[in-house]
């Protein structure tokens, strides 16, 4: 029994790690965790069966275009919040239990239900998955709840033997992970329909994220032309795109780069975006695990989901990209630059339209960048880029 509960309590730790990816990707341990993770996630991208679960399904990189895309942003940093907080309750009240020889907590929360604490880690959880939305994320969080269901009937037997008919009268009026009355409507009593029920539940919650993907790809700013389709991080950046991406694209030095027989993939961004070393590596001062900011960085991912994706990181007034180009101001003097990062792609499948270029088997690699000022179609910088990104070939969102 043992051995089961420590496997059990294992697999746990490592769904929260895998959880907690983006704290770790922004922070300098990035390079130790990826030694160890970064082996899964590619052996999954290299089997078509498995491909999907290293993919997105949420926007991470692109400031979303919808209030409800929006609204879901900002339910996942309301839900981990709440979970947490409930969680440190709960504790408090455990501890002060244990510290005063209190015997089993029946009060507070416990009163109504007999884990509130899984059931926080449940919301927190699922707080995560749509801060940092992996397919993968999701199968995990399904994966805990089965795994914390069976730790709770394990602890309730166990405190069955200890406290005998006082937990059991305890257990007949409470629920285990909802208010008894509720449970009951909800929740089949039996082993085997709630089982049925998690099946259930695993099913909504992966159905639910690849309709999220769908709708997600389908409400982007996008714009294509013959073999190059742009997304633009910035919704109101669409306007530009469709008005001035054309005449960029016959830029001499763009045009030569872009064979036509191949596909193109190109991110419309401002030239201090953020998360550009997602997309590819252009230079150390967007490695962000490179920085000393992830404090800063986390409480902005959390609390301000959207603000760090249009302002760029923290800066030093000093700080300038390789070649000397000063990155404090973005805009050049009388005109707006925006910076082109263009991808080849491959495995797209044919025909479809300019959303396929985003699909979970086609392979985007990075090319080169250009900083162009948008209204003059005058060409600032241009250079080729390795094919890694800033995080090397860990797997990162598309959108």
């Not at 679960?53 to 940093?77: E, K, N």
């Not at 209204?375 to 860990?394: K, M, N, S, Y």
Request: proline residues 7%.
């Amino acid at each position: 029994m043992k051995g089961k509960k420590t496997a059990l309590t294992t697999i746990i730790l490592l769904y929260f790690v895998i959880c907690l990816e983006i704290l770790i990707m922004i922070s300098p341990f990035a390079g130790f965790f990826y030694s160890v993770f970064n082996p899964v996630l590619l052996t999954m991208v290299d089997h078509p069966a498995t491909r999907w679960l290293t993919a997105f399904f949420l926007p991470h990189m692109v400031v979303p275009a919808t209030p409800f895309l929006v609204a879901v942003r900002l339910l996942g940093s309301g839900l981990l919040l709440a979970g947490l907080a409930i969680f440190l309750v709960c504790a408090v009240q455990i501890y002060t239990a244990k510290f005063r020889r209190g015997g089993a907590v029946v009060g507070g929360l416990y009163r109504f239900i007999r884990h509130p604490q899984y059931l926080a880690l449940a919301i927190s959880g699922a707080g995560l998955a749509i801060l940092w939305p992996r397919f993968l994320v999701v199968a995990l969080w399904c994966l805990m709840v089965l795994l914390y269901f069976i730790l709770a009937r394990d602890e309730e037997k166990r405190m069955l033997r200890t406290h005998g008919e006082t937990y059991r009268t305890y257990m007949e009026k409470s629920g285990m992970f909802l208010p008894r009355p509720l449970e009951r409507l909800v929740l089949p009593f039996s082993a085997s329909g709630r089982f049925l029920a998690w099946l259930v539940l695993a099913g909504l919650a992966l159905g639910s994220a690849f309709g999220l993907r769908y709708y997600t790809i389908h409400h982007l700013s996008m714009w294509e032309r013959n073999n190059v389709a742009a997304l633009a991080i910035l919704p109101e950046d669409g306007f530009k795109m469709e008005h001035r991406l054309g005449d960029i694209l016959e830029l001499p030095e763009i045009r030569r780069r872009l064979h036509p027989e191949g596909r193109y993939l190109a991110y419309f961004l401002p030239r201090d975006y953020v998360m550009q070393g997602m997309i590819a590596d252009t230079g150390d001062d967007w490695r962000l695990y490179k920085h000393h900011h992830t404090l800063a960085m986390i409480t902005d991912w959390v609390l301000h989901p959207f603000g760090h994706l249009r302002q760029g990181h923290h800066h030093d007034p000093n700080r300038h990209q390789a070649g000397g180009v000063p990155v404090t101001e973005p805009d050049a003097p009388g005109g707006i630059v925006r910076r082109l990062i263009f991808l080849r792609v491959e495995g797209r499948p044919e025909p479809t339209d300019r959303f396929g270029d985003l699909g979970l088997m086609v392979t985007r690699t990075p090319l080169f960048l250009a900083d162009v000022e948008v209204h003059a179609g005058r060409l600032l910088e241009i250079r080729d880029l390795p094919a890694p990104t800033g995080w090397g070939r860990v797997p990162t969102p598309t959108f």
